[in-house]
């Protein structure tokens, strides 16, 4: 079992930027593919990004390539969001979670943090 604590969010201007870190403990980080999904006031759960295991492959969102980054060490337990370029729309919690496969969808993922908030003012 996996247990993910997200740390990182914050109020920031337009075009600027903040880098979210999951930090895992338990067993097993590097067997896992790790998400990076947001969720707005009033509206879905939405998948951003995902790392596989080895971080051999990334896959994101339309709506952030470009902007963010997603990156994992998997010997620091750690899967990270880099994003610049920060809009307004991008306002949301942010969740890192865990799969054993690399994929986009939220219902593939058994491990969940606790969400962090980020904010972007216009």
């Known amino acids: 079992q996996v247990q993910l604590v997200e740390s990182g969010g914050g109020l920031v201007q337009a075009g600027g930027s903040l880098r979210l870190s999951c930090a895992a403990s338990g067993r097993g980080f590097a067997s896992y593919a790790m998400g990076w999904f947001r969720q707005a006031p009033g509206k879905e759960r939405k998948f951003v990004a995902v790392?596989?295991?080895?971080?051999?492959?990334?896959f994101y969102v339309d709506s952030v390539k470009g902007r963010f980054t997603i990156s994992r060490d998997n010997a620091k337990n750690t899967v990270y969001l880099q994003m610049n370029s920060l809009k307004p729309e991008d306002t949301a919690v942010y969740y890192c979670?865990?799969?054993?496969?690399?994929?986009?969808?939220?219902?593939?993922?058994?491990?969940w943090g606790q969400g962090t908030q980020v904010t972007v003012s216009s």
């Open positions: 979670a865990a799969s054993d496969l690399t994929s986009r969808s939220l219902t593939s993922y058994d491990y």
């Open positions: 790392i596989s295991r080895g971080a051999e492959s990334t």
